[in-house]
């Protein structure tokens, strides 16, 4: 498996599926995907119930379905979900949002939650060889 074809799809995603936990039960939602710097990052409101749920337990899996040349496959992740208070980092992320100042006036806004996404491994179903991958993050390049 090519770790560059793993990496040109997350590069050219902007949108996933986010899997968390609460009381046992599943909870999967479609955000805004931002991957940066070889992270995914994403972004809330925080009153919505995923940041609520993301405190109580932040193990999480996400779901990008991708377009190949010949049909479509999909990346799927686990790992865990990690509130960013640091107020660099959220700046800085503030300015790769496309859609930020549409929801916040500034990075420092409470109601802005940025969140990081620890990937421990990726599940790639190759679109073009229809072949399923798993990738270990540390291996992504």
């Given at each position: 498996?090519?770790?560059?074809?793993?990496?040109?799809?997350?590069?050219?995603?902007?949108?996933?599926?986010?899997?968390?936990c609460?009381?046992?039960?599943?909870?999967?939602?479609?955000?805004a995907?931002?991957?940066?710097?070889?992270?995914?990052?994403?972004?809330?409101?925080?009153?919505?119930?995923?940041?609520?749920?993301i405190?109580?337990?932040?193990?999480?899996?996400?779901?990008?379905l991708?377009?190949?040349?010949?049909?479509?496959?999909?990346?799927?992740?686990?790992?865990?979900?990690?509130?960013?208070?640091?107020?660099?980092?959220?700046?800085?992320l503030?300015?790769?949002?496309?859609?930020?100042?549409?929801?916040?006036e500034?990075?420092?806004?409470?109601?802005?939650?940025l969140i990081?996404?620890?990937?421990?491994?990726f599940?790639?179903?190759?679109?073009?060889d229809?072949?399923?991958?798993?990738?270990?993050q540390?291996?992504?390049?």
């Amino acid at each position: 498996m090519n770790k560059k074809k793993l990496n040109e799809f997350l590069n050219k995603s902007d949108l996933m599926y986010l899997a968390t936990c609460s009381d046992g039960k599943p909870h999967v939602r479609c955000m805004a995907m931002i991957y940066f710097e070889d992270t995914i990052w994403c972004c809330s409101k925080s009153n919505r119930l995923k940041v609520q749920e993301i405190k109580q337990n932040d193990s999480i899996e996400i779901c990008i379905l991708i377009e190949g040349e010949k049909d479509i496959g999909s990346i799927r992740g686990n790992g865990k979900a990690i509130i960013i208070t640091d107020p660099k980092i959220r700046k800085k992320l503030s300015k790769k949002i496309p859609f930020f100042k549409t929801y916040w006036e500034s990075s420092e806004d409470d109601d802005f939650t940025l969140i990081k996404l620890e990937i421990n491994e990726f599940m790639f179903h190759d679109p073009d060889d229809k072949q399923f991958y798993s990738i270990l993050q540390n291996l992504v390049e």
